[in-house]
């Protein structure tokens, strides 16, 4: 059975950071792409970053490169988002993600974390 946990989210001012974790069981992690995406209420799930199963390609949400970097350790079954300059407006529930490739769309991940939530005041 895999499970994805995240952690990390809290409340924090304008212009700070924040690193959420992914922690991944049940396979083998390194042979699968990782995707964080968010959620405010009454939205529908959206992308924010992809990294592959090797750690390189990544790719963005455009409102977001620049300031957020995904990364991943192989070794301890682990996805990171580094959250930094945060706006209001990147408010959310964040959800780790794990599919067969790196995609953009919420479809093409196969699991799914319980969601941790980031919020940022102004």
């Known amino acids: 059975q895999v499970q994805l946990v995240e952690s990390g989210g809290g409340l924090v001012h304008a212009g700070g950071s924040l690193r959420l974790s992914c922690v991944a069981s049940g396979r083998t992690f390194s042979n699968y792409a990782m995707g964080w995406f968010r959620q405010v209420p009454g939205k529908e799930r959206s992308f924010v970053a992809a990294?592959?199963?090797?750690?390189?390609?990544?790719t963005y949400q455009d409102g977001v490169k620049g300031r957020f970097t995904v990364s991943r350790d192989n070794a301890k079954s682990t996805v990171y988002l580094q959250m930094n300059s945060l706006k209001p407006e990147n408010t959310a529930v964040y959800y780790c993600?794990?599919?067969?490739?790196?995609?953009?769309?919420?479809?093409?991940?196969?699991?799914w974390g319980q969601g941790t939530q980031v919020t940022v005041s102004s």
């Open positions: 990294i592959s199963w090797s750690g390189f390609p990544t």
């Open positions: 993600a794990e599919g067969l490739r790196m995609g953009r769309e919420a479809s093409e991940y196969n699991y």
